[in-house]
């Protein structure tokens, strides 16, 4: 029989802070925002189908560009869901309140339910979905309450300010790190369930590639707690927590979403860096559209 044992997590490069990435990218991330705006505002139909997502009309046939970030056709046949919804949408209702990590009459912040480790989503592990991990051992998620499209067409950057400041007061609560590190704790063992279950589908190969899972999991679980210990000294601001967008098409939801990540090297080392390049910073996103305003006016 042939063996499956592996090393322990795939070689990557060195990891490279979120804050250090967008310094050396800036002019790059701003040009992203600045195109993304434009473009929108060039395509009627994009307007269009925003416009008609909005309105939550589940009567207009919305292009495949945005049924691909939409409720998928099966959950809306069900009645679980409305054909203008994603999965954000209503969020309180769909999900159990152990998702919602904090609440304002604005805004959710959320855990996010991919693990933040790519180990977990090597070709090993069943089909490669390295690009679908975490940024970062801390990525969450903070989405405004009602539909908000992306930061394409909004006008104005009340709805950024809101969640920053959520996000800023909820770090401040003393349960809100443990809170943070049991959801991602959660991610872990969760992703971890789905792999060993893929891997028991072979029981001819399943104890040996089992045994070198297990290897895996024990590094990945050293990281985690080392991780988790260092998150309580860790403060939002550029050397810390930040935050990011991805404008347009980058983004994989119409739903307004704003990824909060720990930026340090030491909390990527095993995240996938494969969305740097279209993180792009809060301050920045807001700068754009200020001064647009100007121009404006």
């Known amino acids: 029989m042939a063996t499956h044992i592996r090393a322990p997590y795939p070689s990557r490069?060195?990891?490279?802070?979120l804050t250090d990435f967008s310094t050396q990218h800036r002019q790059e991330l701003k040009k992203r925002v600045e195109e993304a705006r434009e473009a929108y505002r060039s395509d009627k139909q994009d307007q269009e189908n925003c416009e008609n997502y909005l309105r939550s009309n589940n009567d207009f046939e919305y292009d495949a560009k945005w049924q691909k970030g939409l409720v998928p056709k099966p959950l809306v046949q069900s009645g679980q869901y409305n054909k203008s919804d994603t999965f954000f949408t209503d969020f309180e209702k769909h999900y159990p309140e152990s998702f919602i990590l904090s609440k304002t009459e604005f805004s959710y912040i959320i855990g996010n339910e991919a693990s933040y480790d790519t180990r977990q989503?090597?070709?090993?592990?069943?089909?490669?979905?390295?690009?679908?991990?975490g940024m970062s051992y801390l990525h969450l998620l903070t989405i405004p309450r009602n539909k908000v499209y992306n930061v394409v067409q909004l006008?104005?950057?009340?709805?950024?300010?809101?969640?920053?400041?959520?996000?800023?007061?909820?770090?401040?609560d003393p349960t809100a790190i443990d809170?943070?590190?049991?959801?991602?704790?959660?991610?872990?063992?969760?992703?971890?369930?789905?792999?060993?279950e893929h891997l028991n589908k072979d029981p001819d190969t399943f104890p040996e590639r089992k045994k070198?899972?297990?290897?895996?999991?024990?590094?990945?679980?050293?990281y985690r707690k080392e991780c988790a210990e260092k998150l309580h000294k860790l403060n939002v601001g550029k050397d810390g927590i930040v935050f990011r967008f991805h404008a347009g098409t980058d983004a994989s939801i119409p739903h307004l979403n704003m990824h909060v990540l720990a930026s340090p090297a030491e909390f990527r080392k095993y995240s996938t860096p494969d969305h740097d390049h279209k993180a792009i910073p809060a301050e920045m996103v807001m700068e754009v559209i200020e001064s647009e305003n100007v121009l404006r006016h």
């Open 13 to 17: 490069i060195s990891p490279i802070g």
């Open 121 to 133: 989503y090597t070709a090993e592990s069943g089909q490669d979905k390295t690009a679908t991990a």
């Open 155 to 172: 006008t104005d950057t009340k709805i950024i300010e809101e969640m920053i400041e959520h996000f800023r007061s909820f770090w401040k």
């Open 212 to 222: 070198a899972w297990d290897v895996v999991m024990e590094d990945v679980e050293r």
């Open 179 to 196: 809170k943070v590190n049991n959801r991602i704790e959660l991610a872990i063992q969760q992703r971890a369930e789905e792999v060993i």
